[in-house]
């Protein structure tokens, strides 16, 4: 054997390793993708016992979702949970992550306190919805405390009112994510030249100002990144909300959001509009994930 | 400006930065205490709680355990929902999800990484493409394709898939362009060593830190996972945990034991707490590695 066949020998193996990932992505992802789009193109629901369907009928379906009215409600609900959450949550990220980062104020007790702000992160979501309902419901424990402090009189119906729930959708979702944006936002800082910060420094640039000045501008990539990526999060909550509200939404669905209607739709096997929505989700996800794959990109090359 | 102008002034701003450095450092810890309280206060309730039995639950909150924690573990062994089947289910499948996800993403990276072949670069481009398409929005024919093939409500259905991972693929390209050199590669094969053999003997070895790590996201992933499982599994002795805490939340909950409730919930989550804290250097190191090197 000469050495020329031996290389092109060796590079077909590089096709040989990359078959299982190919095959069961062709198989679990392509074709459901490719099956959703194709559904979204036909009549085909269940009404009490009888199969109405599959009949094809164009474009009704995105008609009927967009015009019904729910769609524009639980995408709107979705956003104002993701921005009551998103905000405090980048804001405590990139105050943390200035100070876990800023040399000069040598923190003590660090691997602490990164350990103790992911630890969320990892809770199982339904679980966490689960014992915040059982905390803030009308006889649970927080109840209890906030009458024993004498805030209250008697119990705040925390899952009867619209804002209340949203508040704590809100929360959970900070609460779960703000400690993977700081740990982001914190290797985007310390990518940042050192010798910036000594340049400023040495003109008298208090740390106020470095931090506008010089942190936030040079972090703009990856702040974009995270807001993308967080929004991409976003628009698939589900089980928190889910959980919390027993997947009703209420009250007045008002914190009903766009998975937990699809959900919604797949246990009726309303595949029509079932198969709509996800159309609707994946144009959507897709543009955000083009922006973000430019960032990523953009940053490789430098 | 003269020498001693010069040096009173830096003194001076040396000074004046102590005592700021010292006013901010107070308030980050100030911060960061109450941050911490925040992110442990539901767990720490929810541990007293777990202790205390319906009846004290119902008096009120106190902020010390009291001592049912066992009679509430032996009331949720010999309760209604089969939460240790669940316990059960959950393990089986988020490990298999873990092991399949980091082998073959090792798999494919190493494809990408070790050969030159056709194809490559759009290989490694369209993974990248479909790593943020979310899982949800194919879920429709997913579910269609499954009942085709019988295997709804068949945990199958949710491991297998994961062979195909890309976020985990794309963490593994990362950590071998850092990491294994392709001298080591070649050192193999003159050594007369088949491609596969090197795969799993050199390469794989080698990859176990960022196995390690995708392997506890991958659990933790798969652990939590509500969405799918919930569409797919239907018998109450195939269910994962978070669909049986989700039962629990749509019954009638008032008339269940308070205690036994918190019990389940804190079931649910401390085997991954644990987990955490053993390994949460790793993990949090792992999430820098993984979000930016980008």
Redesign the interface.
């Given at each position: 054997m000469n050495k020329k066949s031996k290389v092109v020998s060796y590079n077909k193996w590089g096709y040989i390793f990359l078959i299982p990932f190919v095959v069961i992505f062709l198989i679990f992802q392509m074709i459901p993708l490719v099956s959703t789009i194709y559904n979204s193109f036909f009549e085909n629901y269940r009404s009490g016992l009888t199969q109405i369907g599959p009949n094809f009928i164009g474009l009704q379906n995105y008609a009927t979702i967009i015009t019904n009215g729910d769609l524009p409600t639980y995408f709107v609900n979705t956003m104002i949970m993701w921005i009551m959450g998103f905000i405090p949550q980048i804001v405590l990220s990139l105050l943390l992550g200035a100070w876990f980062t800023d040399p000069s104020l040598r923190l003590k007790c660090q691997t602490f306190f990164k350990t103790v702000i992911y630890l969320p992160n990892l809770i199982m979501a339904s679980a966490f919805a689960m014992l915040f309902f059982t905390l803030f419901s009308d006889s649970g424990p927080i109840n209890s405390m906030l009458i024993q402090m004498g805030v209250f009189k008697e119990a705040y119906k925390f899952m009867g009112n619209e804002w209340s729930v949203r508040t704590l959708i809100a929360t959970m979702n900070c609460l779960m994510w703000f400690g993977n944006t700081t740990i982001l936002l914190m290797a985007g800082m310390l990518g940042i030249d050192p010798s910036l910060f000594e340049a400023a420094q040495v003109d008298g640039a208090t740390s106020t100002q470095i931090f506008y000045r010089i942190t936030l501008p040079l972090l703009k990539p990856i702040l974009i990144f995270v807001m993308i990526t967080s929004l991409i999060g976003g628009l698939q909550m589900f089980d928190v909300p889910q959980i919390l509200t027993n997947g009703t939404g209420d009250p007045m669905r008002s914190s009903m959001t766009l998975i937990m209607y699809l959900n919604k739709h797949l246990f009726s096997k309303n595949y029509g509009l079932a198969g709509a929505l996800s159309v609707f989700l994946f144009v959507i996800t897709g543009i955000l994930s083009l922006i973000v794959f430019k960032f990523t990109n953009s940053e490789k090359v430098k | 400006m003269d020498m001693a102008a010069t040096n009173t002034t830096s003194i001076a701003?040396q000074q004046e930065?102590g005592a700021?450095?010292h006013a901010?450092?107070f308030i980050?810890?100030i911060?960061?205490i109450l941050?911490?309280f925040?992110?442990?206060f539901?767990f720490y309730?929810?541990f007293i709680?777990a202790t205390r039995s319906n009846s004290e639950l119902?008096l009120?909150?106190t902020p010390f355990p009291s001592t049912h924690l066992v009679e509430n573990w032996v009331n949720l062994r010999s309760g209604t929902l089969p939460i240790f089947n669940g316990m059960i289910n959950s393990l089986v499948i988020a490990l298999l999800t873990a092991g399949l996800a980091t082998y073959?993403?090792a798999?494919?990276a190493?494809?990408?990484h070790?050969?030159?072949?056709k194809g490559?670069k759009f290989?490694f481009t369209f993974?990248?493409?479909?790593?943020?398409?979310?899982t949800?929005?194919?879920?429709?024919?997913?579910?269609?394709?499954i009942g085709k093939m019988g295997l709804d409500n068949n945990a199958l259905a949710l491991i297998?898939?994961a062979?195909?991972s890309p976020a985990v693929?794309f963490y593994m390209k990362q950590y071998m362009d850092s990491t294994l050199p392709l001298s080591l590669v070649e050192a193999a094969?003159i050594d007369g060593s088949g491609?596969f053999r090197t795969?799993n003997q050199i390469v794989v070895p080698l990859m176990k830190p960022a196995i390690a790590v995708q392997a506890i996201f991958s659990f933790?992933g798969s652990?939590?996972n509500?969405?799918t499982p919930?569409?797919v599994l239907h018998d109450d002795t195939k269910k994962t945990?978070?669909i049986l805490?989700?039962q629990?939340?749509?019954a009638d909950?008032l008339k269940f034991d308070?205690g036994q409730?918190?019990m389940m919930?804190a079931f649910?989550?401390f085997p991954?707490?644990i987990v955490?804290?053993i390994f949460?250097?790793h993990?949090?190191g792992g999430?820098?590695l993984g979000?930016?090197k980008?």
């Open positions: - | 701003g930065k700021s450095v901010r450092r980050s810890y911060v960061l941050v911490s925040l992110c442990l539901w309730v929810l709680n119902s009120g909150f073959f993403s798999m494919t190493y494809a990408i070790a050969y030159d072949f490559k290989m993974i990248l493409m479909i790593m943020m398409i979310p949800q929005v194919t879920v429709l024919g997913f579910l269609q394709l297998v898939p062979i195909a693929f094969r491609e795969f933790v652990w939590n509500y969405f919930a569409l945990l978070p805490l989700a629990l939340r749509s909950w308070m409730v918190y919930i649910s989550i991954v707490i955490y804290l949460s250097k993990i949090v999430v820098t979000g930016v980008g």
